[in-house]
């Protein structure tokens, strides 16, 4: 018989039903350290007081009123969000996903009002993820999102990831965009070089095109500054965002320059519940956190610690680990052993990870973490190794 809830996820045997800070308090009452954050989506940790305030005061108020009026807080939220950013305008959505939907509609609304109607193709890479969407499982392309959901939306060209002379080659006069995400999420933390990343946007300014990044799951602090682009100093045309932003609470958005969004005229897009008064009150309270001195500072010296703690890890135990990769609060153990008997000893040891794609297990905890959290998920993933790696061998 089908369950109650549609069987699309394989869940572990785990109930959450309270959280503060890092930390989940599984329903037996045992303590887990949240290295998973809900995949990168809890960025200032569970039950952020700011967070809890912003919701229950707004909760009070108002809930929801419509995108056909004005909404003071998501006014509020997309000027801060031009503020410290390359944009010039902002969606908001409700997810990844719908971000997905609204940067290729974009990009293909930019060129069809620009009297270049056929340029509505976009490349995107190998080991991508951009949600489960339509555009976003045509444009990921993966076995497992798409077998039998055919006929995918046309229009997108697949390459794999880092072959320079593919790309060129791709490139034709119906290509609108590229698409790519700074760093993997789901494809197991793979980050794009800077050096490509500009590389890029310069073959988009030589060809005309849009440069579309997909920031759901690395920005919005999680690599040490609001943005994952920031950190190659060049700017995008489009950016996807969603996760981090909300804090917990739904909420997406979609950021663009004016050109890059010029197609996108009134009655052209819309969203019910986009940009809600309940979602934006979240959304300002998330930015004011971390546009605040001194918190990107706070990402980058954890992130340092957890990193050199991981390189040591990796070195002690080579039978189950092969190598850190990553950046910031965004970093990926790849694996000697499977991922998944690595993902269960850790949750043995009361600390959740993320598996991902390439037998990588992902580490997001909250941009909140503090450096004697990290020893401990340091020392519970230590413990999950000499698990899998069984009795030390005798010295002789
Ligand atoms: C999670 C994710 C998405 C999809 O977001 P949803 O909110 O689940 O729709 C898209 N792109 C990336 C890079 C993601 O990590």
């Known amino acids: 018989m089908i369950p109650s809830i549609l069987p699309t996820y394989a869940r572990a045997p785990l109930s959450f039903v309270k959280g503060e800070g890092s930390w989940l308090f599984e329903a037996d009452g045992r303590r887990f350290l949240d290295f998973g954050a809900g995949i990168a989506v809890n960025a200032l940790g569970h039950a952020h007081p700011a967070l809890v305030d912003a919701l229950t005061q707004q909760a009070r108020t108002l809930w929801h009123t419509s995108n056909l009026y004005h909404i003071p807080n998501q006014q509020a939220l997309a000027d801060r969000l031009v503020a410290h950013s390359f944009a010039d305008t902002v ?5 990844g996903t719908e971000s997905c939907e609204l940067a290729v509609k974009m990009a293909r609304k930019h060129f069809f009002e620009k009297d270049m109607p ?6 995107a890479f190998e080991g991508a993820f951009h949600g489960r969407s339509s555009a976003g499982i045509a444009a990921a392309r993966s076995e497992k999102m798409t077998r039998g959901f055919g006929p995918l939306l046309p229009g997108f060209t697949h390459l794999p990831w880092a072959d320079h002379a593919a790309l060129d080659a791709a490139i034709t006069p119906e290509t609108a965009a590229i698409l790519i995400e700074p760093i993997q999420g789901e494809g197991g933390i793979r980050p794009l070089p800077d050096q490509c990343l500009k590389g890029l946007r310069d073959l988009c300014d030589a060809h005309g ?3 579309i990044l ?6 919005m602090g999680r690599t040490g500054r609001l943005f994952a682009h920031e950190w190659a100093g060049i700017e995008p045309d489009i950016v996807m965002v969603a996760k981090g932003i909300g804090g917990g609470f739904p909420l997406g958005a979609v950021l663009a320059t004016e050109s890059a969004a010029s197609g996108m005229t009134t009655g052209s897009h819309g969203s019910t519940y986009g940009g809600s008064p ?27 610690h957890l990193r050199q703690g991981l390189e040591r890890l990796v070195a002690t135990h080579p039978s189950v680990f092969e190598a850190v990769r990553g950046s910031g609060l965004m970093l990926g153990l790849k694996c000697t052993a499977p991922n998944t008997d690595v993902l269960q000893a850790a949750y043995d040891a009361c600390l959740i990870t993320v598996p991902a794609a390439d037998n990588a297990l992902r580490l997001l905890p909250p941009l909140t973490v503090s450096r004697e959290e990290v020893d401990e998920a340091l020392a519970r993933l230590d413990r999950a190794a000499r698990q899998i790696a069984g009795p030390a061998p005798a010295t002789t």
């Open 278 to 304: 309940l979602a934006c009150a979240v959304g300002c309270a998330v930015m004011d956190e971390m546009t605040a001195p001194g918190f990107f500072d706070h990402v980058s010296r954890v992130a340092d």
């Open 209 to 211: 095109l849009l440069l």
């Open 118 to 123: 056929e340029r509505v193709n976009i490349i």
């Open 214 to 219: 997909d920031e759901v799951q690395c920005g």
């Open 91 to 95: 969606f908001f959505t409700n997810s």
